[in-house]
């Protein structure tokens, strides 16, 4: 049975006050972060949103990675959400990790890639599988760390991207052993050589200290793929 046409007057509609500003922000939210999915990522952004969590906004529009060799969702700007969610704590739980994945409307396909690659459990190291998300963005090391070094960075888009170079080294380390073919001797190497130029920048590291030199990742640079992972 139909429900009765029912007339209201301008008196007797309440509009929250919050109402406007909410509905404002989640549009700003949503046209700067692109979502493939709006109604599975507005679920997320409203469920962050009750509780006082990060919400899965991007800083800014994006354009795609011009190094991915196809499409895979994943962006410098999605896993700079990923980071500032899952970040404040050392290690995250393989169902927190799916959770923020999906609310991204990232391919599930693709973190069940990158959790096989890390070899990951139930309890994941969140400095390491960012690692991999760096990889799956630059497909080799070298470009890799570049990704992380701008996503990571304080400075202002289009700075130095600059990162203490203790989280450098532990991101060169880990996929540096994940390759499995470069000596130890050149990992240490080249750090060590790295950190004479970091303690010249008050413990801090750019791409511009790395990227051209002959030593970075030897004969990795160019033959290392780490696009497995997309």
Known sequence: MPLPDVMYCAQQINIPPQLPDILKNF??????????????????YFSALSKGECLPVKNRLEM?????KTDTGLSPGLLKIL?????????????????????????MDQLETLMSLGSFGSDIN??????LGCSALGGTLVSSLKFACEI????DEGGAARIPFNTFGQLYNYLAHLDGDMP???????????????????GMIKPLDFIHRDDMDST???STDFSRAE
Do not use: Y
């Open 152 to 155: 990571l960075t304080e400075d």
């Open 27 to 44: 549009t700003k939210a949503a046209i700067r972060t692109q979502p493939k999915d709006l109604l599975l990522w507005s679920a997320a």
């Open 64 to 68: 795609n990675v011009a190094t991915q």
């Open 83 to 107: 980071h500032k969610q899952l970040s404040p704590r050392q290690t995250c739980s393989k169902e927190e990790l799916q959770e923020k994945w999906k609310g991204l409307c990232l391919p």
């Open 126 to 131: 969140w400095m390491e599988f960012f690692a």
């Open 184 to 202: 130890q001797d050149h990992i240490d190497n080249f750090l060590c050589t790295l950190q004479t130029q970091a303690e010249l920048q008050h």
């Open 220 to 222: 990795h640079s160019d």
